[in-house]
Nanobody
């Protein structure tokens, strides 16, 4: 599975961005899909995850109410809608595919495939 993330950019505080993650090589319709981010000088942290059928979602406390994860299995694509962006959201955002159980959704080490990352910069 190859994952290609896109949609990052430089925005102002309060703006919105929508990230996309397109999978190729194999369908990911049966996988949990997640977004993680890595800020400069920090480790990769969990942002959001979505179950294979879209029935369950999970968000980091820092993004709840502002970010929404969704998927279009017909397009083999996962999205992250980011609203009310803050400077602390500045990071490289990575999408991942998790073939394991839903309970592993927040653990970076449990993801089997990763995209290359897309940079989001939020200025005040």
């Amino acid at each position: 599975v190859q994952l290609q993330a896109s949609g990052g950019g430089s925005v102002q505080t309060g703006d919105s961005l929508k990230l996309s993650c397109v999978a190729s090589g194999r369908t990911v319709r049966s996988y949990t899909m997640g977004w993680f981010r890595q800020a400069p000088g920090k480790g990769r942290e969990f942002v959001a995850a979505l179950s294979w059928n879209g029935g369950s979602t999970s968000y980091a406390d820092s993004v709840k109410g502002r970010f929404t994860i969704s998927r279009d299995n017909g397009k083999n694509t996962v999205y992250l809608q980011m609203n009310s962006l803050k400077p602390e959201d500045t990071a490289v955002y990575y999408c991942g595919a998790n073939t394991k159980v839903w309970s592993a959704r927040g653990q970076e080490s449990m993801y089997d495939y990763w995209g290359q990352g897309t940079l989001v910069t939020v200025s005040s």
